[in-house]
């Protein structure tokens, strides 16, 4: 690529500083924000173990609800019984989401 007075474009300078401080793995997924921040994807490594803490904290949470309402209230029963359609309700939403997960803060300003 040429560019007139001898300078690469931002992300191409970024991408070429990126690459000699963290490696040319990192260097490859560097990626813009829509208002054009660089930032780091994260690795399949990183997005597994994050949607592993989501489903055991989801899991555990759920579990120390269904405790809790068990053994203070008088309607535990249907709590018992709606419980498994909460959670089919969560996965088929996750599901359907398709994993896009939240809009990063950054990108929501504009």
């Given at each position: 690529?040429?560019?007139?007075?001898?300078?690469?474009p931002?992300?191409?300078?970024?991408r070429a500083?990126a690459?000699?401080?963290l490696?040319p793995?990192?260097?490859?997924?560097?990626?813009p924000?829509?208002?054009?921040?660089l930032?780091v994807?994260?690795?399949?490594?990183?997005?597994f173990?994050a949607?592993l803490?989501?489903v055991?904290?989801?899991?555990?949470?759920m579990?120390?609800?269904?405790?809790?309402v068990?053994?203070?209230?008088?309607?535990a029963?249907?709590?018992?019984?709606l419980?498994?359609?909460?959670?089919?309700g969560?996965?088929?939403g996750?599901?359907?989401?398709g994993?896009?997960?939240a809009?990063?803060?950054r990108?929501r300003?504009?």
């Amino acid at each position: 690529m040429t560019v007139p007075n001898g300078q690469l474009p931002v992300q191409e300078r970024a991408r070429a500083h990126a690459e000699q401080v963290l490696g040319p793995q990192t260097a490859k997924r560097l990626a813009p924000f829509r208002d054009g921040v660089l930032y780091v994807k994260a690795g399949g490594g990183a997005r597994f173990l994050a949607w592993l803490v989501d489903v055991v904290v989801l899991v555990l949470g759920m579990g120390v609800g269904v405790v809790i309402v068990g053994g203070k209230a008088a309607w535990a029963m249907l709590v018992r019984l709606l419980m498994p359609l909460l959670v089919i309700g969560t996965i088929i939403g996750t599901l359907a989401a398709g994993g896009g997960g939240a809009t990063p803060a950054r990108a929501r300003r504009r």
